[in-house]
């Protein structure tokens, strides 16, 4: 699972943000929010323009070098913070799995080109490659476990990548853990990040049982619909609402709709997670723009039964502040470069009983 998570000189962010997942409290109350020590369902809070998207952006770099995914920001030519004079922006995370704890750091440049990279597992340093300072470069730790691997990383894109991929590594290895980890992250405001992955293929609605377990999914979000397969003129099976005059899905459905088409097919990829593990963080970016507040409560209802999956919404909704399905140490708000969970927040004593939002609308958890 994801420990602990720093970006710096990454768009909005010149100097370093932090999310810690470990700092938990001791709340008797919607204990499902926490895996395994580590918050494990949370909502990031935030005014309009201070940065939730950016950090949910920042949050899966590394899907862009770790995996073959195609990801949207690939082509970023706005990659680097425009108000400082940084060179390179630098991303930290640090994985926990057990009693092993990985962590990576890396930087890039402007073009998103890897410059440094360095790995530290269970306190030790495995490798550091620094690609514009060649006193910075330790792969000592690369040599123990393969002293026949060639060590030419020139032309290798991620060194992470090259060691895992040309190293027979166990699958209890903590690097190789935390390459599938990476493997495993979504997000629901990058699109092509799952509708055009593996995982979505694997997953899709392409029978009538999946069919009909997503008209269901929308009756309980509220929209009674019924749905069915029709092929179009190309020959093509797709969904279509089942109407006197049948409408394709597609081009006919409302927008909020469409989001809940995306959250079907994340919920189950979320669900099949939990045996075949491919979904180990999901990321929904203001998943309530287009949803009345009780399905906005419904749909985190929904994903809090996931043990094994870390799940992040970003919202501005400040009805989502509250104790009625999630807890202090999992509420955090977001401020310029700055991201500070409520008990954090306040010398106030959180607990169960408190009204959040009253407390939040009135100046308590205020810089």
Known sequence: MLKLFEVSGYKLFDKKI????????????????????????????????IGKTVFS??????????????????????????????????FRYVFQFGDDQIEYIYRKEKQQKLIYEKVIINGELFFEYDRMRTENRNVEGIKKISPTLILDFENVGSIVNYVVANTPLSSDNPLRKAVSFVGG?????????????????????????????????????????????????????????????????REAASSGTKELYKLYIMYKLASASASAGLA???????????????????????????????????????????????????????????????????????????NLEKLYMSGEFDE
Request: charged letters at 25%; aromatic letters at 12%; hydrophobic letters at 35%.
């Open 280 to 354: 180990s963080l999901l990321i929904f970016d203001e998943f309530d723009a287009l949803y009345h507040f009780e399905l906005a409560e419904h749909i985190i209802k929904m994903f809090q039964k996931f043990k094994k999956t870390q799940v992040i919404f970003t919202s501005h909704n400040t009805n989502l502040l509250s104790n009625r399905f999630m807890r202090p140490d999992c509420l955090f708000i977001m401020t310029k470069n700055k991201l500070t969970s409520l008990p954090n927040a306040t010398k106030r004593e959180l607990r169960e009983g408190h």
């Open 57 to 90: 952006r920042a949050l899966v770099d590394v899907v862009t070098h770790i995996t073959s995914r195609p990801f949207g920001q690939n082509n970023d030519i706005y990659y680097l913070n425009a108000d400082g004079s940084c060179k390179y922006a630098e």
């Open 185 to 249: 992250i979504l997000s629901a405001s990058h699109e092509n990040v799952y509708h055009e992955s593996e995982l979505f293929s694997q997953i899709g609605i392409r029978g009538k049982k999946d069919l009909g377990e997503f008209e269901k999914f929308l009756k309980d979000s509220g929209i009674n619909v019924s749905l069915t397969f029709l092929l179009d003129n190309d020959r093509e099976q797709r969904i279509y609402f089942k109407t006197l005059q049948p409408l394709p899905f």
């Open 18 to 49: 932090t999310l810690d997942f470990s700092d938990v409290r001791d709340y008797q109350f919607n204990t499902d929010c926490i895996n395994d020590g580590l918050v494990g369902k949370m909502i990031i809070y935030g005014k309009n323009a």
